[in-house]
T-cell receptor, first 112, second 110 residues
Framework: EADIYQTPRYLVIGTGKKITLECSQT?????MYWYQQDPGMELHLIHY???????EKGDLSSESTVSRIRTEHFPLTLESARPSHTSQYLC???????????FGSGTRLTVV | GENVEQHPSTLSVQEGDSAVIKCTYS??????FPWYKQELGKGPQLIID?????GEKKDQRIAVTLNKTAKHFSLHITETQPEDSAVYFC?????????FGTGTRLTVIP
């Protein structure tokens, strides 16, 4: 079992609300990632972090923001949710020097 | 940066038949190629990987082949079972991050 946890699993929220998607890992991994997965399956990297106080934007432009204050925690925040933010959000982590990623189970966000 | 292409996007096979998914990559410096399986309602899970100094790797019914010269790698699933139905992603490791293919939805028909 992967030791990376995402909460909530499902979220339905109204337009304009502020939301934070939580991601925590207990493996001591340095690197963490957020992916947005569209209904067509494709994974789009939106944010990543190589360690505490390090955050970078990914390949897909996103209105979300992230923070990395603790190694194990990498929350993603949407200040004002819109229907276009409706998607599946996947968090992943990897150890420095390791090659593969461990994924969480995802948060399915619906903005109405 | 790295660009990974994956084909086909959907694949249906009869139970017991083989399934093959193919990927190509662009960066000749990539040296690690994992495959992930994503079941409904779950995150992708690593099922097999191969490093650039190896041409083939097998794990029971799953095998991966790598052709570095042609810059392509493939996933082979033999004796498919209904529980193999899922979305499969290939990936290639660039300088720092993994670059994922666009996914293949495999359906195994009982």
């Amino acid at each position: 079992e992967a030791d990376i946890y995402q909460t909530p699993r499902y979220l339905v929220i109204g337009t304009g609300k502020k939301i934070t998607l939580e991601c925590s890992q207990t493996m001591g991994h340095d690197k963490m990632y957020w992916y947005q997965q569209d209904p067509g399956m494709e994974l789009h990297l939106i944010h990543y972090s190589y360690g505490v106080n390090s955050t970078e934007k990914g390949d897909l432009s996103s209105e979300s923001t992230v923070s990395r204050i603790r190694t194990e925690h990498f929350p993603l925040t949407l200040e004002s949710a819109r229907p276009s933010h409706t998607s599946q959000y996947l968090c992943a982590s990897s150890k420095q020097g390791a090659r593969g990623y461990t994924f969480g189970s995802g948060t399915r966000l619906t903005v109405v | 940066g790295e660009n990974v292409e994956q084909h086909p996007s959907t694949l249906s096979v009869q139970e017991g038949d083989s399934a093959v998914i193919k990927c190509t990559y662009s960066d000749s410096a990539s040296n690690y190629f994992p495959w992930y399986k994503q079941e409904l309602g779950k995150g992708p899970q690593l099922i097999i990987d191969i490093r650039s100094n190896v041409g083939e790797k097998k794990d029971q019914r799953i095998a991966v082949t790598l052709n570095k010269t042609a810059k392509h790698f493939s996933l082979h699933i033999t004796e498919t079972q209904p529980e193999d139905s899922a979305v499969y992603f290939c990936a290639a490791r660039g300088a720092n991050n993994l670059f994922f293919g666009t996914g293949t939805r495999l359906t195994v028909i009982p």
